[in-house]
């Protein structure tokens, strides 16, 4: 299923180039600094169940496509928030997506999974209604073998470094498990606040008071609660975490003086904030995270853009992150501006930008990051996340930015056996990015070979301290 040549120019110049480059990085480890797979496989080394359990029941790249054609979730095996009854049977939710497997067709979840099919289950055929039953036994089949074992996948996917996300509330007992068993692969965790940070979250109130009790503050108050944060953070970095990670609906900043900081606070918990309250005061605290980066060190990723749990249906049934989170319009420039007035100018401080409106690379971020010392343009994020989404991005924001204003590739996934197929679409496209620009005569080819390893490797370690 997988041509050596795949992804790369069919202009033989350019993608003799890419070939040249890419047996320079192909094999690199990997570098994860950012994404969402479960500490519990690495603490606990348990056998994936089944091949549902694997690939489809966690995937909502995969179900919202589904559910798009009109297949129910229940039907997927996506637990009911009221627990009502959905499908268990792990044969049969295989085989409806079998099904439905042409929907995927020129989609990056279908170049992810064809990946990890071969390369990690020796598939070699590809799904269908006719070979779902066979491909399902060969899964399920080398799933009860050691080699396939959270660990033994986290070495033989040749991973350096991943990190986990977590929320200041998880006690990060899976952490402090995989550190006390004694096994050597580097699993670290970074510090997602949301819950703790924006008025709008769900139980927004009550996570408070949990921070206060979790770090013995008194978190009413907002010198208490912003020490509670200060706290975790810390707490955090004892378990290998380098970075934040901000999911605002929009990029809004603020920096607000205490005294209305602290009012806005009140009011917050109170639970009387207006809508533009709350997002006042989500952009407070992203002015507040810089501040406490400049101190302790971590990295900020702000993720903005994505309108979460837009379709309510699907949320009063299955609750957050299952595919109906959808882009919006995003606007940095005077977005950003308070924060940037305050920290913008500083270098020992790494603020990575992402987006979902990929109109404001050229326009608004390309700019931005071509002139703070203090911001980074993080890879192509989510719904970019594709071959053609990296090409874009390298188009849009090379001219401005440069490659070492960028970060190299995050693989943002929850879906752990897709982790090298996305870093080698990802390498792959660099290289036939700097293979055209050396085709072009625009770069000598040895210094695409620097920027190659640069990009497939080093700039994610370095911009994440890593
Ligand atoms: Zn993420």
């Given at each position: 299923m997988l041509h050596e040549d795949r992804l790369f120019a069919s202009d033989p110049t350019q993608r003799a180039i890419a070939r040249r480059l890419y047996a320079q990085v192909g094999t690199l480890p990997i570098i994860s600094p950012h994404g969402h797979t479960d500490p519990a496989w690495f603490a606990?080394?348990?056998?994936?169940?089944d091949p549902a359990t694997l690939f489809?029941?966690?995937d909502h790249y995969i179900y919202r496509m589904l559910y798009s054609q009109g297949v129910r979730l229940e039907d997927l095996g996506i637990p009911r928030k009221d627990g009502a009854a959905v499908e268990t049977d792990s044969r049969t939710i295989w085989r409806r997506f079998a099904v439905h497997w042409h929907l995927f067709r020129g989609t990056p979840t279908r170049l992810w999974l064809e990946h990890a099919l071969e390369t990690v289950f020796d598939v070699t055929e590809r799904l269908s209604p006719a070979t779902a039953d066979r491909i399902y036994d060969q899964i399920d089949e080398r799933l009860?073998?050691?080699?396939?074992?959270p660990r033994a996948l986290f070495e033989r996917f040749n991973i350096e470094v991943i990190a986990t996300t977590e929320s200041p509330?998880?006690?990060?007992e899976h952490h402090k498990a995989i550190r006390e068993s004694g096994w050597t692969g580097r699993v670290v965790t970074a510090f997602r606040p949301d819950p703790v940070v924006d008025p709008e979250f769900e139980g927004f109130r009550a996570n408070v008071e949990r921070l206060g009790a979790l770090t013995g503050e008194d978190t009413a108050t907002w010198a208490g609660y912003l020490a509670a944060l200060a706290n975790r953070r810390r707490y955090f970095m004892e378990f290998g975490a380098t970075s934040t990670d901000h999911g605002h609906p929009t990029a809004a900043t603020a920096d607000l003086s205490r005294a209305e900081a602290e009012a806005l606070f009140a009011k917050a918990l109170r639970g009387d904030a207006s809508p533009a309250e709350a997002e006042l005061f989500r952009g407070q605290m992203l002015t507040e995270m810089a501040r406490m980066s400049l101190e302790d060190g971590l990295v900020m990723q702000i993720h903005p853009g994505s309108m979460r749990n837009h379709n309510p249906v699907v949320f009063e049934r299955f609750g957050r992150d299952k595919g109906a989170d959808i882009p919006s319009q995003t606007e940095y420039v005077r977005a950003l501006k308070p924060l940037l007035d305050r920290v913008g100018n500083e270098r020992d401080l790494t603020i990575i930008l992402f987006t979902l409106d990929e109109t404001s690379y050229s326009r608004e971020l390309a700019p931005l990051a071509g002139h703070y010392p203090a911001l980074r343009l993080g890879p192509?994020?989510?719904?970019?996340?594709s071959p053609e989404g990296m090409r874009r991005f390298r188009e849009m924001v090379t001219e401005t930015a440069g490659f070492y204003n960028t970060v190299g590739f995050n693989d943002d996934t929850r879906a752990f056996c897709s982790i090298p197929a996305r870093h080698n679409v990802a390498r792959r496209i660099d290289c036939g990015f700097l293979a055209r620009l050396v085709a072009e005569h625009r770069l000598d080819e040895d210094e695409a070979a620097d920027l190659a390893v640069d990009l497939a490797y080093t700039l994610a370690k370095k911009a994440y301290k890593l």
């Amino acid at each position: 299923m997988l041509h050596e040549d795949r992804l790369f120019a069919s202009d033989p110049t350019q993608r003799a180039i890419a070939r040249r480059l890419y047996a320079q990085v192909g094999t690199l480890p990997i570098i994860s600094p950012h994404g969402h797979t479960d500490p519990a496989w690495f603490a606990k080394n348990e056998a994936f169940p089944d091949p549902a359990t694997l690939f489809v029941v966690p995937d909502h790249y995969i179900y919202r496509m589904l559910y798009s054609q009109g297949v129910r979730l229940e039907d997927l095996g996506i637990p009911r928030k009221d627990g009502a009854a959905v499908e268990t049977d792990s044969r049969t939710i295989w085989r409806r997506f079998a099904v439905h497997w042409h929907l995927f067709r020129g989609t990056p979840t279908r170049l992810w999974l064809e990946h990890a099919l071969e390369t990690v289950f020796d598939v070699t055929e590809r799904l269908s209604p006719a070979t779902a039953d066979r491909i399902y036994d060969q899964i399920d089949e080398r799933l009860r073998r050691p080699e396939y074992r959270p660990r033994a996948l986290f070495e033989r996917f040749n991973i350096e470094v991943i990190a986990t996300t977590e929320s200041p509330l998880d006690p990060l007992e899976h952490h402090k498990a995989i550190r006390e068993s004694g096994w050597t692969g580097r699993v670290v965790t970074a510090f997602r606040p949301d819950p703790v940070v924006d008025p709008e979250f769900e139980g927004f109130r009550a996570n408070v008071e949990r921070l206060g009790a979790l770090t013995g503050e008194d978190t009413a108050t907002w010198a208490g609660y912003l020490a509670a944060l200060a706290n975790r953070r810390r707490y955090f970095m004892e378990f290998g975490a380098t970075s934040t990670d901000h999911g605002h609906p929009t990029a809004a900043t603020a920096d607000l003086s205490r005294a209305e900081a602290e009012a806005l606070f009140a009011k917050a918990l109170r639970g009387d904030a207006s809508p533009a309250e709350a997002e006042l005061f989500r952009g407070q605290m992203l002015t507040e995270m810089a501040r406490m980066s400049l101190e302790d060190g971590l990295v900020m990723q702000i993720h903005p853009g994505s309108m979460r749990n837009h379709n309510p249906v699907v949320f009063e049934r299955f609750g957050r992150d299952k595919g109906a989170d959808i882009p919006s319009q995003t606007e940095y420039v005077r977005a950003l501006k308070p924060l940037l007035d305050r920290v913008g100018n500083e270098r020992d401080l790494t603020i990575i930008l992402f987006t979902l409106d990929e109109t404001s690379y050229s326009r608004e971020l390309a700019p931005l990051a071509g002139h703070y010392p203090a911001l980074r343009l993080g890879p192509s994020w989510w719904f970019h996340d594709s071959p053609e989404g990296m090409r874009r991005f390298r188009e849009m924001v090379t001219e401005t930015a440069g490659f070492y204003n960028t970060v190299g590739f995050n693989d943002d996934t929850r879906a752990f056996c897709s982790i090298p197929a996305r870093h080698n679409v990802a390498r792959r496209i660099d290289c036939g990015f700097l293979a055209r620009l050396v085709a072009e005569h625009r770069l000598d080819e040895d210094e695409a070979a620097d920027l190659a390893v640069d990009l497939a490797y080093t700039l994610a370690k370095k911009a994440y301290k890593l």
